[in-house]
């Protein structure tokens, strides 16, 4: 369960990450995409950890 918390995570907040990022140009949405995938993993981590286990 944990891995899917943190798929969804890092899949979610990567897509919104590179849609921020898309509106100045490529390497700025692949950067914002790389944080947001990031920030996803660790908020799927903290879900599972405080809601889930």
Do not use: N
Request: neutral net charge; hydrophobic residues 55%.
């Amino acid at each position: 369960m944990q891995r899917l918390c943190i798929l969804v995570g890092m899949t979610l907040l990567g897509w919104v990450g590179w849609w921020l990022g898309a509106h100045e140009g490529f390497m700025t949405a692949f950067l914002v995409s790389g944080a947001g995938s990031f920030l996803g993993v660790y908020l799927g981590w903290r879900v599972h950890r405080d809601y889930l286990d």
